[in-house]
């Protein structure tokens, strides 16, 4: 199969689902084309090593060619800016693609599917679209600049796009439920399929050589959170469970990512005097690899909103390939995995005594125990969340529907 992937976000972003897919998909024997942007999340800068490629730029990566547009790029809570930012991407997209594009059989788009369901119906192809947050929705209560017209409107937009899509794809049952109930698409229409860990980058086995000086991180227990620092992730509660645990624990907590709440998140740890919490940047995939796996425990966390509870962070999953315990202070479909699959702990609040005591308790228990849970959580990731495996569901879905509008 010849297939077009859109997606607004792709590697070397720490948004790994695109490349991912398109790897795997291109080492089943097939062909992918890739439309995307120059690389800037999460800060909405471009990457230094791409600045002077701009306006278009056409590379091949693991066998998938991508050709990288220039659009305005903003990451802030500006609602007006965010929109620019989509809209600008999207019709660039749109004309690269009818340009310098070639001839496909299927298009594939992630998040944003506003380019890919123009060219695919210009075209005549059938279009796949994955949802992985429900906008416009998740952005009433975050970006500024929402009132009920926008809202309306852009929900209009939205459902536009789920309904003339052959096929949606998403990633947790409590999704799909919201997007029948919300937007009216029926359930058949819409496939679950996990997101998974890319194995070259994520899988301990990759890091058995890695230390602790290679990072420069002390001895003694340490608890890691690793990817996008933004309003969703709820991360001032961890730095206030720091500061509770305080300095003579011997027990480290490290952030490491970007995004919008970085920087007030290191000026609020210098104001409250926390020493036992380390910033790092963002990490290229294999750096952020070797870091989860040389850490105690992972953490993650999401804000208590009744949205986030049916959603499930695509660094889940990277944790699981690091073979390392979680540590989640959220409720819904994360806990849950959690907690079925016995791979960690769970403290369903926000409460920074609840979360500081449940740190002291995992750093107390035995190594054993702690890499007997990690032993569990990198199994789950073989068994059940492996990209060879999902990808040939995707395949299947895609040859499915070339049948159909054959038929």
């Not at 340009?99 to 506003?114: N, R, T």
């Not at 058949?188 to 890319?198: F, G, Q, R, S, Y």
């Not at 990512?257 to 970085?262: C, K, P, Q, S, Y």
């Not at 007030?264 to 104001?271: D, V």
Request: aromatic share 12%; net charge positive.
């Amino acid at each position: 199969m010849r297939i077009l992937f859109f997606s607004m976000w792709y590697y070397p972003e720490p948004v790994g689902k695109p490349h991912s897919l398109a790897k795997e998909l291109v080492q089943q024997g097939n062909s992918v084309t890739v439309i995307t942007t120059f690389p800037n999340y999460p800060k909405g800068q471009i990457y230094t090593s791409y600045k002077s490629k701009i306006p278009v730029y056409v590379e091949h990566i693991d066998g998938v060619r991508v050709i990288r547009i220039a659009s305005f790029h903003d990451r802030s809570l500006n609602l007006f800016k965010r929109i620019v930012s989509l809209l600008s991407y999207s019709c660039n997209a749109f004309w690269v693609s009818l340009v310098l594009a070639q001839k496909f059989d299927i298009v594939w788009s992630y998040q944003v599917g506003y380019p890919s369901l123009a060219y695919s119906a210009l075209i005549g192809l059938p279009h796949v679209h994955e949802i992985q947050d429900l906008w416009p929705a998740w952005g009433e209560n975050k970006l500024k600049g929402f009132n009920k017209r926008i809202s309306s409107l852009l929900l209009g937009i939205q459902r536009v796009v789920y309904y003339e899509s052959e096929q949606l794809v998403t990633i947790s049952n409590g999704f799909k439920n919201a997007i029948v109930s919300g937007y009216g698409v029926p359930s058949e229409k819409i496939t679950v399929l996990p997101n998974w860990a890319d194995t070259n980058f994520f899988d301990y086995h990759q890091h058995i050589s890695v230390r602790r000086n290679d990072f420069g991180l002390p001895e003694g227990f340490i608890l890691t959170y690793g990817g996008n620092v933004g309003t969703a992730q709820g991360l001032k509660s961890l730095v206030d469970a720091a500061k509770l645990i305080g300095d003579k624990r011997n027990i480290s907590i490290v952030i490491a990512g970007d995004g919008v709440e970085r920087d007030s998140l290191i000026s609020y740890a210098r104001q409250e005097k926390v020493g036992n919490v380390i910033f790092m940047p963002s990490l290229p995939p294999d750096k952020m690899g070797a870091l989860l796996a040389i850490s105690d425990c992972l953490y993650i966390s999401l804000e208590d909103e009744a949205k986030y509870e049916i959603t499930i962070p695509s660094k889940i999953y990277s944790y699981l390939a690091a073979g390392r315990p979680i540590l989640a202070s959220t409720k819904g479909d994360v806990a849950s995995l959690i907690i079925e699959n016995d791979i960690g702990f769970v403290v369903q609040t926000k409460n920074p005594r609840e979360i500081a005591s449940a740190i002291i308790n995992i750093s107390m228990l035995d190594k054993s125990k702690l890499e007997e849970l990690g032993l569990r959580a990198y199994l789950l990731s073989k068994t059940k969340y492996d990209g060879k495996i999902v990808a040939k569901q995707y395949a299947s879905i895609f040859k499915n529907l070339l049948r159909r509008n054959i038929q």
